[in-house]
């Protein structure tokens, strides 16, 4: 469980930690402007939810999901996971929240698809069985079981999105949270990974998926959050939410009951 009280984010407070830590949205005492990226947001995500965080470019999505592992440190507010603040255990919160980033390329370190996966593990210490019995579990998960001597940079682009989401479920994590999973990739790309997404949720993984783009994942979400300059303003199932979120700059399934505001 990941619970958030009262998060607010701020960016902009010169000499400020990771840039963000001011104390106001008005300008600084050098003029500069804060920018109030989370604005009082709290939130609960069960374990095994679906859970999709939507909204505009810039809305707050990615700073949000980085605080549920301390990659980025609210300013006011609490976050929790597993009943354990972030900020008492680093460790136990990145252990638990897998993040998968917006450019798979950012994520992937080392040159072989194997190499990739085994890295976070290897960095916990584990004996190499166990290190071995990972990589083929996760590997399997997303699809590319036997392909841990392949190069990185050979691969396509959903190729490398699924080496990354493998090389996160290493980790067994409670929750998988990925960002922005669907950037660049192409149609077959994009259903690949849909489906390994559908697949790990069913077997029992928590998601939580960020986009500004619904089409890909309104039908697997179990619930859906808007955001809208930082704060929650659309909490429902899919069902529900997708009648606000064009309001919210977010693009919904065509057809059927579902609206799509470009048209
Ligand atoms: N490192 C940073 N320094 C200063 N401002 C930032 C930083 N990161 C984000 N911001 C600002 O905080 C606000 C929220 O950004 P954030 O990236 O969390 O939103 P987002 O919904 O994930 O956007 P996108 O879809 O474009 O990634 C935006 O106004 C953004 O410009």
Same mark, same amino acid.
Request: aromatic share 2%; net charge negative; charged share 25%.
């Given at each position: 469980?990941?619970?958030?009280?009262?998060?607010?984010?701020?960016?902009?407070?010169?000499?400020?930690?990771?840039?963000?830590?001011?104390?106001?949205?008005?300008?600084?005492?050098?003029?500069?402007?804060?920018?109030?990226?989370?604005?009082?947001? =709290? @939130?609960?995500?069960?374990?095994? $939810?679906?859970?999709?965080? +939507? #909204? /505009?470019?810039?809305?707050?999505?990615?700073? *949000? !999901?980085?605080?549920?592992?301390?990659?980025?440190?609210?300013?006011?507010?609490?976050?929790?996971?597993?009943?354990?603040?972030?900020?008492?255990?680093?460790?136990?919160?990145?252990?638990?929240?897998?993040?998968?980033?917006?450019?798979?390329?950012?994520?992937?370190?080392?040159?072989?698809?194997?190499?990739?996966?085994?890295?976070?593990?290897?960095?916990?210490?584990?004996?190499?069985?166990?290190?071995?019995?990972?990589?083929?579990?996760?590997?399997?998960?997303?699809?590319?079981?036997?392909?841990?001597?392949?190069?990185?940079? =050979? @691969?396509?682009?959903?190729?490398? $999105?699924?080496?990354?989401? +493998? #090389? /996160?479920?290493?980790?067994?994590?409670?929750? *998988? !949270?990925?960002?922005?999973?669907?950037?660049?990739?192409?149609?077959?790309?994009?259903?690949?990974?849909?489906?390994?997404?559908?697949?790990?949720?069913?077997?029992?993984?928590?998601?939580?998926?960020?986009?500004?783009?619904?089409?890909?994942?309104?039908?697997?979400?179990?619930?859906?959050?808007?955001?809208?300059?930082?704060?929650?303003?659309?909490?429902?199932?899919?069902?529900?939410?997708?009648?606000?979120?064009?309001?919210?700059?977010?693009?919904?399934?065509?057809?059927?009951?579902?609206?799509?505001?470009?048209?």
């Amino acid at each position: 469980m990941i619970e958030l009280d009262g998060v607010t984010c701020r960016y902009g407070r010169s000499g400020s930690e990771g840039g963000n830590g001011a104390d106001g949205d008005s300008d600084d005492a050098d003029g500069t402007a804060a920018t109030v990226a989370v604005d009082d947001v =709290s @939130l609960r995500v069960p374990d095994g $939810e679906f859970l999709v965080a +939507a #909204g /505009a470019n810039g809305s707050g999505k990615t700073t *949000l !999901v980085r605080t549920f592992n301390g990659l980025v440190e609210p300013d006011a507010g609490t976050v929790a996971v597993n009943g354990t603040p972030v900020d008492a255990d680093l460790v136990a919160a990145r252990s638990a929240v897998g993040m998968v980033f917006q450019d798979p390329r950012d994520q992937l370190v080392a040159a072989t698809v194997g190499a990739d996966v085994a890295f976070g593990p290897e960095n916990l210490g584990l004996s190499h069985t166990e290190i071995d019995r990972r990589v083929d579990e996760a590997l399997a998960a997303v699809n590319m079981a036997g392909r841990e001597r392949e190069r990185v940079d =050979s @691969l396509s682009g959903g190729e490398r $999105e699924r080496v990354a989401i +493998a #090389g /996160a479920l290493a980790m067994e994590p409670d929750h *998988l !949270v990925l960002d922005e999973p669907f950037t660049g990739l192409d149609e077959p790309a994009r259903r690949s990974v849909v489906d390994r997404l559908r697949a790990l949720h069913r077997e029992g993984t928590s998601v939580v998926v960020v986009t500004h783009d619904l089409r890909d994942v309104a039908a697997l979400a179990d619930r859906i959050v808007g955001l809208a300059d930082g704060r929650v303003a659309v909490d429902a199932p899919p069902e529900e939410a997708v009648e606000s979120l064009p309001g919210l700059d977010v693009r919904v399934p065509e057809g059927g009951e579902l609206r799509n505001p470009a048209g």
